[in-house]
């Protein structure tokens, strides 16, 4: 299995109707706290989530900041659901893989 803590998802219009009316995904087997990039048809990133609690959850812009790193966000979308998995206080196991920048 090679998990990625992650789906990139192209969904069609019902699907994406779906999602948004009753905030689910029936063909899909989302694991506890796993995330999701959602495209449309032409293949553009129209929303990040992830599942949790049994729900489909939206993920916002997460920014951590401090007077010692200064503001902090995440430049690609596998950075930007990487730092809304850090800064989850309902997470309690985090794991982060891959090189410097390589967004894996």
Do not use: H, W
Not at 39 to 44: A, L, M, T
């Amino acid at each position: 299995m090679n998990y990625k803590g992650y789906e990139d998802l192209v969904l069609s219009d019902e699907e994406l109707s779906e999602l948004y009316q009753n905030n689910s995904l029936k063909n899909y087997n989302f694991l506890e706290n796993e995330y999701g990039l959602i495209r449309d048809k032409s293949n553009k990133i129209i929303d990040y989530i992830k599942f949790q609690d049994g729900q489909v959850k939206s993920v916002g812009f997460p920014i951590f900041e401090s007077r010692y790193t200064g503001k902090v966000v995440g430049r690609n979308p596998q950075q930007r659901l990487a730092m809304d998995m850090l800064l989850d206080p309902s997470i309690e196991i985090k794991l982060l893989a891959g090189g410097y920048g390589c967004g894996l």
